[in-house]
Nanobody, 124 residues
Framework: QVQLVESGGGLVQAGGSLRLSCAAS????????MGWFRQAPGKEREFVGSITWSGGSTYYTRSVKGRFTISRDNTKNTVFLQMNSLNPEDTAVYYC?????????????????WGQGTQVTVSS
């Protein structure tokens, strides 16, 4: 089992920045990659980006590319989502997730463990 706990959400004005953290515990040696997803009210869960656990390769959805950065600190079993130039359309609950195999990285079904989510609200 892998446990994931997100933190760092909050309220920010448009143009501002936030950094989310996702701390992993348990069988972290089994993690192949980590992903960030978000879900706005009334909308489906949306892929934001991902990072491989060992090599650190990243991939982002088009709408956040150049604004969001995913990084990891393997010594602390923590993954970060740095979000810059936030706009109201980024408002959502943000989830981190862990997958045990390579899989289809932007498909939520590829992920085996999920955090509880953290709310990000961007005011205009």
């Amino acid at each position: 089992q892998v446990q994931l706990v997100e933190s760092g959400g909050g309220l920010v004005q448009a143009g501002g920045s936030l950094r989310l953290s996702c701390a992993a515990s348990g069988r972290t040696f089994s993690i192949y990659g980590m992903g960030w997803f978000r879900q706005a009210p009334g909308k489906e869960r949306e892929f934001v980006g991902s990072i491989t656990w060992s090599g650190g390769s990243t991939y982002y959805t088009r709408s956040v590319k150049g604004r969001f950065t995913i990084s990891r600190d393997n010594t602390k079993n923590t993954v970060f989502l740095q979000m810059n130039s936030l706009n109201p359309e980024d408002t959502a609950v943000y989830y981190c997730a862990a997958r045990l195999y390579s899989g289809i990285i932007d498909d939520p079904r590829s992920y085996h463990y999920w955090g509880q989510g953290t709310q990000v609200t961007v005011s205009s």
